[in-house]
């Protein structure tokens, strides 16, 4: 195959622009890919693939791609994380091959060029879940009309005939995103609040599939960037984990102005824009997880929680994580809040949170707490917090839990400012005459006072989890 030096397709450079290079923000791992059987359906000319395999070295992907059997059943990947001691494998089936087919003649990449972008998407995506918000506009985008000027019953006539079918079709895609994966779901329109929330009162869910779905609102007349940081921190997730899909180009070119690390898809037709979606993959899961699917349930239940104190009154259950399994995992999926980049941990001991309602409901685990320790000091290697359970006392229950664990011990705790922690950030600049650098070893002191502990009182009214 030819080396080439610019894009030949708008999905790859997408792709390539969108998912990867925003995935390489948060992992910096280099990974040597293999994938094996496919090279005999590789056409000389496939300079798309060439370029695609160019640049996704570029970015810390090294694929090479072998020759097999003269079918193609189940695709054998093997890939290893430069640095790590184990190969993993995982055997890629296709599903379907006539929807592969189909997204082939769609986009005009290659069958094995697309097959290369969804198992390196599947790769990525279990190290690192990348998006996991989508935000829309309403007029055009979502439904045909403009609710300011057509009102909402011409909106609900238009919704009823055929002109709506593309409409219909992207939201249910969005609806199933929702419920199976746990995708959040933000409206972010320039209309009047109390109309938007009117209007969608006003539809069932065959007129309006997202009816149900919607986990924030957010409609004024401010510019969309905006809006959309207030909804990211509404949500408790970075602007980065946040797709804008808007049918205004330059509501879209506004955004990337103002907020380049959203994701704004460029489209002029609903069936363009699935097409993007699906092909750059930038919602794909390695695997069907009920912890995803119960997200947006569990965001709910916190948000009745909150409304009915500002602290909510929850249980937290404290449990030993043998081999690190559930800290490693919540390590690499926390930004916000985590305390180190460190990945290797001998000799240590990690313990995972997890929150209950007085009714014995588990929401999950909240918080993992990685640490070594001696006779003199406790060192907290990692501490994360998933980012549904901030602003909830959590940060401070946690505090207090390392303090009476240490028993008169010093307290380090290792810490990495990574660009994208703030909440870990805001926590010590909180509290900072208790937290103090320790310039010799890098580390930061927990240095406790009696009037420190008051005020971590007053400001969790988490409880201890008792069995029975």
């Known amino acids: 195959m030819t080396e080439i030096e610019s894009p030949v397709n708008k999905y790859i450079d997408v792709y390539i622009n969108n998912y990867v290079r925003q995935f390489r923000n948060f992992i910096t791992s280099n990974y040597i890919v293999n994938i094996g059987g496919v090279a005999g359906f590789i056409a000389a000319d496939d300079h798309d693939l060439s370029f695609l395999l160019r640049k996704l070295q570029t970015y810390g992907f090294e694929v090479t791609i072998s020759n097999g ?9 093997e890939y290893t994380i430069r640095g790590n001691a184990n190969d993993e494998f995982f ?61 909402i019953d011409a909106i609900k006539q238009n919704l009823l005939s055929n002109d709506a079918i593309p409409f219909i079709g992207f939201m249910r895609f969005i609806q199933a995103l929702a419920k199976e994966l746990g995708l959040y779901i933000a409206i972010c329109s320039r209309n009047d609040n109390e ?37 990211a921190q509404k949500l408790s997730i970075l602007t980065s984990a946040c797709v804008f899909i808007d049918d205004n180009k330059i509501v879209r070119d506004e955004v990337r102005q103002n907020l380049p690390e959203v994701f704004v898809p460029d489209w002029d037709n609903h069936d363009e824009l699935l097409t993007l979606l699906l092909t750059c993959g930038v919602f794909d899961r390695f695997e069907l997880s009920l912890k995803s ?21 929850l249980l937290v259950k404290v449990s030993d994580d043998i081999n690190h399994v559930e800290a490693m995992r919540l ?86 400012d990574t660009g994208f922690n703030g909440k870990a950030i805001e926590l010590i600049d909180k509290y900072k005459d208790i937290f103090i650098e320790n310039d010799k070893d890098g580390n930061i002191c927990f240095v406790p006072n009696r009037q420190s502990i008051n005020d971590m009182q007053l400001n969790t009214n988490l409880k201890e989890y008792c069995n029975g």
Request: net charge neutral; glycine share 4%; charged share 25%.
């Open 69 to 77: 059997q003269d079918t193609i059943d189940e695709i054998q990947v």
């Open 91 to 151: 055997g890629y089936k296709i599903e379907n091959f006539v929807s592969t087919i189909y997204l082939s003649s769609k986009t005009g990449i290659s069958i094995v060029g697309i097959l290369v972008m969804q198992i390196i998407s599947q790769i990525m995506c279990k190290s690192k879940i990348v998006y996991k918000a989508v935000i829309l506009d309403l007029d055009d985008t979502i439904w045909k009309g403009t609710l300011a000027e057509d009102g």
């Open 195 to 231: 109309k938007v929330l009117s209007a969608i009162d006003r539809l069932d869910e065959n007129e309006f599939p997202l009816k149900g779905q919607i986990d924030c609102i957010v409609a004024n007349y401010n510019d969309k960037s905006k809006n959309i940081k207030a909804i």
């Open 293 to 313: 699917r119960n997200r947006k349930r569990l965001y709910a239940v916190l948000q009745q929680e909150r409304e009915k104190s500002y602290l909510p009154q």
């Open 331 to 416: 390590y690499a999926k926390s930004n916000q809040f985590k305390f180190s980049e460190k990945k290797h941990y001998e000799k240590c001991r990690s313990l995972i949170f997890e929150i209950y309602r007085s009714n014995g409901e588990n929401l999950g685990v909240c918080s993992a707490v990685t640490y070594a320790e001696n006779k003199q000091n406790i060192h907290v290697l990692n501490w994360a917090i998933s980012c549904r359970y901030f602003e909830i006392g959590l940060e401070e229950y946690i505090l207090m839990y390392i303090f009476a664990l240490a028993n008169n011990r010093t307290i380090t705790l290792a810490f990495d």
